[in-house]
Nanobody, 125 residues
Framework: QVQLVESGGGLVQPGGSLTLSCRVS????????VGWFRQAPGKEREGVSC????????DYGDSVKGRFTISRDNAKNTVYLQMNSLKPEDTAVYYC??????????????????WGQGTQVTVSS
């Protein structure tokens, strides 16, 4: 059974940093697409970043380019999202998702099969 568990969310001041982790279990993460998404109240789920775990190829949503960095540690079956220069508009529940055995990372939620439960990120002074 594939399971994803996010951690690392919390309250941070504007301009601060957080690192989210997504621990995947139930299959080997060496060949997969993993994405980070976020959803704020009253808004649609938005693609933040994605990675192809076989070679580390990445993509980012326009609103986070230059501020967020996605990475993976295949030995730990974990994907990270380093978030810098956080803004109040980054406040949302952040989710990770995966499609096993995929070579096509995507920023579209419909392209993923398994989801975590989400972790809250609040950027406020």
């Amino acid at each position: 059974q594939v399971q994803l568990v996010e951690s690392g969310g919390g309250l941070v001041q504007p301009g601060g940093s957080l690192t989210l982790s997504c621990r995947v279990s139930g299959y080997n993460l060496n060949y997969a697409a993993v994405g980070w998404f976020r959803q704020a109240p009253g808004k649609e789920r938005e693609g933040v970043s994605c990675i192809k775990t076989s070679d580390g190829a990445t993509d980012y949503g326009d609103s986070v380019k230059g501020r967020f960095t996605i990475s993976r540690d295949n030995a730990k079956n974990t994907v990270y999202l380093q978030m810098n220069s956080l803004k109040p508009e980054d406040t949302a529940v952040y989710y990770c998702a995966t499609r096993p055995h995929s070579y096509f990372p995507s920023l579209f939620p419909a392209d993923y099969d398994y989801w975590g439960q989400g972790t809250q990120v609040t950027v406020s002074s």
